[in-house]
C-alpha cells in the first residue's frame, strides 16, 4: 500500500513498507534458527530430486581421495550381511540432500561405501527412493549435524573421506564448531574434508545486501526462510584449525557467467579447501601452527594451508590461490560449478510464487493464494502474505456480524488475500477492497474468485487507494453516491510512521457523518505495536476528528488515556475477545468514531 500527500510536494511518496534495517529482527532470527529443519524440508518436498544436478566433477576436482591406493588395509565393511576385508573407503556425505554427490560418487567409485545423512526427512527418503539406492553401498540417515552424534550410527574414527559441498553455509556461524568436533569424531586419523562453499563477494551475497535478508555478518536468509552463510579464507581456515585440522588446500574459485541474451554479467565466487586430521604425532604441530596463525597478520593472504595443486594457482608458492574464468551459461555447464549450486532465483532474480493456502475463520474456510511471510525480508509487497492482525481482525468480523450487517465497509490495505473482506461480505450491503500496490490487487482478483460460490464476492468491489490521493479518494467516495462509508476496516496498517497521518485523513474523508436514527460510523484498526508508538497513533486520529470508544490489547494491558477520557470495555462491544488474546499475541484492537 503506498500513500501520497496532495497537502505538502515535499512530503511525496509514502511507502507503507517497513524501512529497511542493517539486520533483521531477533523473532526472525530466532524463527529461521528453529524452523531451519522445517524450511528445508519444505524446499524438498516442492523440489524433490529437480532442482541440482549431479555433481561430476567430484572425480577431476577430488578424485585421488575416493581412491584406495593410500588406505594401507582399508578398512572391514559390513556388506549384505557378511564381513568383507576387501580395502574398502568410507565416506560420509554431510548435507546429501536429493544425492547429487552420492550417486555420482558410487556410480565412479566400485569399492567405496557411502554414508549420506541430512536433517531433513524428506531429502533422506529422496535418496532412499532413488534407483541406485542399496544398503550394500549406502547407508542413508536422519541427522541434524549440530545437535545429533553422528557416534549414534558410525563407529568412531571410520571413515576416510567426509564431503561437506554447500552444506556448511546452511548453519548459523555460532552453531559450525560444533559441527567440525561431530565430523572429527568419525573421521580417521589422516582421513580428509572436502569442503566447496560460498565465498565472500558472491553474487548471491552481494544481491542480498540490497534486500532486508541479512542475519549477522556475511549470514543472510533466503526469500523461502533457508539461509547461506558467505565463507572468507581467513575465518574458514581458523574454524578448522581450532579443532586440530590442518588445511591442505584452499582455493577460491571466481567464475564470470555471462547471460548473452540479456547482456549480463554475473560473478560467482566459492570457495575449496581439503583439510586433513593428522595423526596423533602430527597433532602437536598442528596445534602450534594454528596459534602462530591466530596471532599473525598473515600478510598477502599467506597461512599455514598447503596445496596439493599449485599448479592451478597464480603462484605456485601461495597455497591459497584464486582462479577467474568467464564462460557463457551453456559453456559453463560443461565447467565444475553447476549453475543450480547457489540456486538460480538468486543468479537470475526469480519472484517467489504464491502457493495455497486455506485459512479458517470460524465457521468459514478461505481458499487463496499467497506468499508465507518468511518473505518479508525479500518481498517489498507485504501485501502477498497473510498477517495474524488481518486473521485476528476476520475473527472478530466473523463473529460480531451486527458491524457487517447492513453496512458499506471499506478495508484499508487489504493484501492479495483480503480475508476481512471477504468475512464482511457475507452480511454486508457493500464492500470495498483497496491497497495501494497494483500487483497486490491483481492477485486479490485470483483470490476472490476462488471464494466466489462460499461468499458475497458479487458485493466486493476492488479499487487502488494511495492514502491522501484526493483524487482516488473521491473517486472512491462516489462509489457510495458521495455519503460515505458506515465501517472502515483496517489490519497492520500503522506500522509506518510518516503513513499514519495519511491514513485517518483519508478515513476522515471516506467515513459518514452521524445521522439522527442511523447507527453510528466506525472506524476499526487492529494492529500490532511496531514503528509506531500508540500516543502517536491516537494523536492522528484525535487530530482528524476522531475519538477513541474502545481499546483492546490480547495481552490485558491497557494505557491510561493521558487527557483522562473515558475508555469504555471493548469487551463489553465484541464476542470472542478471548479466544483471539489465547491465539494471537501482542495485539491490539482500536475502535474509533467521529468526535461530537
Not at 131 to 142: H, L, Q, T
Request: with cysteine.
Amino acid at each position: 500500500m503506498a500513500a501520497t500527500s496532495n497537502t505538502a510536494k515535499e512530503v511525496g511518496r509514502v511507502q507503507i513498507y517497513p524501512e529497511k534495517t542493517p539486520e533483521i529482527s531477533n523473532f526472525w532470527r530466532e524463527k529461521y534458527e528453529k524452523d531451519a529443519r522445517k524450511y528445508w524440508d519444505i524446499f524438498y518436498k516442492r523440489n524433490e530430486n529437480r532442482f541440482f544436478k549431479d555433481r561430476h566433477y567430484l572425480d577431476k576436482e577430488w578424485g585421488q581421495y575416493f581412491t584406495s591406493k593410500d588406505t594401507g588395509a582399508g578398512s572391514v565393511v559390513v556388506d549384505a550381511g557378511f564381513l568383507s576385508d576387501e580395502p574398502r573407503r568410507k565416506v560420509l556425505e554431510v548435507g546429501c540432500g536429493a544425492g547429487n554427490t552420492v550417486f555420482p560418487l558410487i556410480a565412479q567409485y566400485p569399492d567405496l561405501f557411502v554414508y549420506a545423512c541430512d536433517f531433513s526427512p524428506r531429502a533422506v527418503d529422496v535418496v532412499k527412493a532413488h534407483e541406485d539406492y542399496s544398503e550394500s553401498r549406502v547407508k542413508a540417515f536422519i541427522c541434524d549435524a549440530t545437535s545429533d552424534s553422528l557416534l549414534e550410527t558410525i563407529p568412531p574414527a571410520s571413515v576416510d573421506v567426509i564431503t561437506l559441498v554447500f552444506m556448511l553455509s546452511a548453519v548459523g556461524p555460532e552453531k559450525m564448531p560444533a559441527v567440525v568436533r561431530n565430523l572429527k569424531s568419525v573421521l580417521k586419523r589422516g582421513g580428509h574434508i572436502l569442503f566447496r562453499d560460498y565465498a565472500v563477494g558472491d553474487l548471491a551475497q552481494e544481491r542480498f545486501m540490497t534486500k532486508d535478508q541479512k542475519i549477522s555478518d556475511n549470514f543472510y536468509v533466503r526469500g523461502d526462510g533457508t539461509r547461506a552463510y558467505y565463507f572468507s579464507e581467513d575465518g574458514l581456515e581458523k574454524l578448522f584449525a581450532e579443532e586440530g585440522f590442518e588445511c591442505k588446500q584452499m582455493v577460491v574459485h571466481n567464475r564470470q557467467l555471462e547471460n548473452r541474451a540479456r547482456k549480463i554479467k554475473m560473478d560467482r565466487r566459492w570457495i575449496q579447501c581439503v583439510f586433513r586430521l593428522p595423526s596423533v604425532e602430527q597433532q602437536e604441530a598442528v596445534i602450534h601452527v594454528a596459534e602462530d596463525f591466530h596471532e599473525s597478520s598473515k600478510p598477502n593472504g599467506a597461512g599455514p594451508c598447503e596445496t596439493h595443486q599449485s599448479a592451478c594457482c597464480r603462484k605456485e608458492e601461495n597455497p591459497r590461490c584464486e582462479l577467474e574464468q568467464t564462460f557463457s551459461e551453456l559453456e559453463l555447464e560443461e565447467q565444475v560449478v553447476d549453475l543450480s549450486e547457489g540456486y538460480g532465483a538468486e543468479l537470475f532474480g526469480g519472484a517467489p510464487s504464491p502457493e495455497p493456502l486455506e485459512v479458517v475463520v470460524g465457521d468459514y474456510k478461505v481458499n487463496a493464494m499467497c506468499l508465507s511471510n518468511e518473505n518479508q525480508h525479500t518481498f517489498a509487497a507485504t501485501g502477498f502474505m497473510l498477517w495474524d492482525s488481518a486473521l485476528a481482525l476476520a475473527k472478530v468480523l466473523a463473529k460480531n456480524t451486527f458491524l457487517t450487517q447492513g453496512q458499506t465497509v471499506l478495508e484499508l490495505g487489504c493484501g492479495s488475500i483480503g480475508l476481512c473482506s471477504l468475512i464482511a461480505s457475507v452480511t454486508a450491503e457493500k464492500v470495498v477492497a483497496t491497497d495501494g500496490d497494483s500487483g497486490t490487487l491483481d492477485l486479490l482478483r485470483q483470490n476472490l474468485e476462488l471464494n466466489r460460490e462460499s461468499f458475497g464476492v458479487k458485493k466486493i468491489m476492488q479499487r487502488k487507494l494511495q492514502w491522501g490521493n484526493m483524487e482516488e479518494i473521491s473517486a472512491l467516495k462516489a462509489v457510495t453516491a458521495n455519503r460515505g462509508f458506515d465501517l472502515i476496516i483496517g489490519s497492520d496498517v500503522t506500522y509506518v510512521k510518516a503513513a499514519v497521518p495519511l491514513l485517518f485523513e483519508t478515513a476522515k474523508f471516506l467515513l459518514r457523518e452521524s445521522g439522527v436514527g442511523m447507527p453510528e460510523p466506525q472506524l476499526l484498526l487492529c494492529h500490532r505495536i511496531r514503528g509506531v508508538a500508540e500516543s502517536d497513533i491516537l494523536a492522528s486520529a484525535a487530530a482528524n476528528g476522531f475519538c477513541m470508544k474502545g481499546l483492546w490489547t490480547s495481552d490485558g494491558i491497557v494505557v491510561d488515556d493521558k487527557e483522562g477520557k473515558k475508555r469504555s470495555d471493548i469487551n463489553l462491544l465484541f464476542e470472542g475477545l478471548e479466544d483471539i488474546g489465547i491465539n494471537h499475541n501482542s495485539l491490539q484492537l482500536l475502535l474509533l468514531t467521529r468526535l461530537g
